[in-house]
Nanobody, 123 residues
């Protein structure tokens, strides 16, 4: 069992930055790929960034490339999403999720989820 707790969401103006963090409970965190998903009202949950268990493979959705950066610290059992140049269309609930070793684009392939944190970008 892996418990995930997100933090760092909030309200920011367009063009601003936020840093989301996800803390994992399990010491074998380093065996898990981590993904950051988001879900806006009326829309499907989408993967915005993911990182493999070693950190050697990283994925970004086209909509966030060049603006978001995912990173992990296996010593601290944390994964971080740095979000810059935020746009109103980035407004959503953001979730971190975990699955063994390699990331996947499909949310149903993830075993563990955090409770989500709201990100609101005003225009």
């Amino acid at each position: 069992q892996v418990q995930l707790v997100e933090s760092g969401g909030g309200l920011v103006q367009a063009g601003g930055s936020l840093r989301l963090s996800c803390a994992a409970s399990r010491r074998t965190f380093s065996n898990y790929a981590m993904g950051w998903f988001r879900q806006a009202p009326g829309k499907e949950r989408e993967l915005v960034a993911a990182i493999s268990w070693t950190g050697g493979n990283i994925y970004y959705a086209d909509s966030v490339k060049g603006r978001f950066t995912i990173s992990r610290d296996n010593a601290k059992n944390t994964v971080t999403l740095q979000m810059n140049s935020l746009k109103p269309e980035d407004t959503a609930v953001y979730y971190c999720a975990a699955r063994p070793y390699r990331y996947d684009l499909r949310p149903q392939e993830y075993d563990y989820w955090g409770q989500g944190t709201q990100v609101t970008v005003s225009s």
